[in-house]
């Protein structure tokens, strides 16, 4: 059973932190390249309405503009303070639960989500309510974080210390770094989800690629966490930081899943 102590957000990863936005500034540079190619792909009818689920910063919900020239996009956030500032043409930003609040079934020929259901304890449930907003004939594209390239990671001080990171985020958060992402393929199966595909990415880790600007973000702000967990150095985490912020440590990223999925056109 997932157990968690507080949500995303009420102090782990607030959008009122200081680094907050160039944590995910630094995040969409990595992955929006693969979400984009995702999103890409040919749809099989015309795509009139988009959902960006948390998202965050805004960078794929104005993307999906470029991409679909005559949709109406709506990008949902807990959090809308990175958001405020943006007003476009055809964009809806909504307050918006994914947890709670709904949208009439059928709602968007595609929905994208991306590093939002691994944070949730209901991620389950959750994947469920979305596939009902989904259009018959809709895709569904989903991109979540996996931790196995960590484990896989040469270095022994930055595998302690990011493995790590995500534990203080599973006993906090109830976060599912290591089983969630590969399973939902599974996942999109038993909700009756067809045309599956999975692509997997690894970025590299050093002091100047992005995604190692987005690693050293998020292991100092859970660092003292970090710190006290057992089995964790005195000097790991200081160590790892410091060799974040210098030319010479190349390593794995954090690896993403990112499925994508056809909701049956006839569908009930
Ligand atoms: C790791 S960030 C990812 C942001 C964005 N999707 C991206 O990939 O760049 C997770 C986002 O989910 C939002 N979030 C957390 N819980 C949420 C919920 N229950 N409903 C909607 N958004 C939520 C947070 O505010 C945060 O912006």
Redesign the pocket.
């Known amino acids: 059973m997932t157990t968690r102590t507080e949500r995303?957000?009420d102090h782990i990863?607030s959008?009122t932190r200081a680094d907050e936005r160039a944590r995910?500034t630094a995040?969409?540079e990595v992955?929006d390249p693969i979400s984009l190619d995702a999103l890409a792909a040919p749809a099989s009818g015309p795509v009139r309405r988009c959902l960006e689920?948390?998202?965050?910063?805004g960078?794929v919900a104005r993307r999906m503009l470029d991409l679909f020239p005559t949709a109406h996009v709506t990008a949902?956030?807990?959090?809308l303070r990175f958001l405020d500032a943006i007003c476009e043409d055809r964009l809806e930003i909504l307050h918006?639960?994914?947890?709670a609040d709904g949208f009439p079934d059928g709602s968007f020929d595609v929905i994208h989500a991306?590093?939002?259901l691994h944070?949730?304890p209901t991620r389950e449930e959750t994947f469920g309510r979305i596939v009902r907003w989904l259009a018959p004939g809709g895709r569904l594209i989903i991109e979540e974080p996996a931790l196995f390239s960590l484990e896989a990671a040469r270095d022994e001080t930055y595998r302690r210390v990011s493995l790590g990171a995500l534990r203080v985020l599973a006993e906090r958060l109830g976060t599912d770094c290591t089983h969630w992402g590969l399973d939902l393929p599974r996942t999109a199966t038993a909700k009756g989800l067809t045309d599956i595909t999975l692509r997997t990415t690894v970025p590299t880790v050093t002091h100047d690629s992005p995604m190692g600007r987005f690693w050293r973000l998020t292991l100092a702000h859970l660092a003292p966490e970090i710190e006290r967990l057992p089995g964790v150095l005195p000097d790991d985490t200081p160590t790892v930081l410091d060799r974040l912020a210098r030319p010479g440590l190349v390593e794995m990223g954090m690896a993403t899943v990112t499925l994508t999925a056809a909701k049956p056109a006839r569908a009930s």
């Open positions: 995303y957000g990863f959008h995910l995040l969409a992955l689920l948390a998202a965050g910063t960078s949902t956030e807990v959090d918006h639960d994914v947890t991306r590093y939002l944070h949730l």
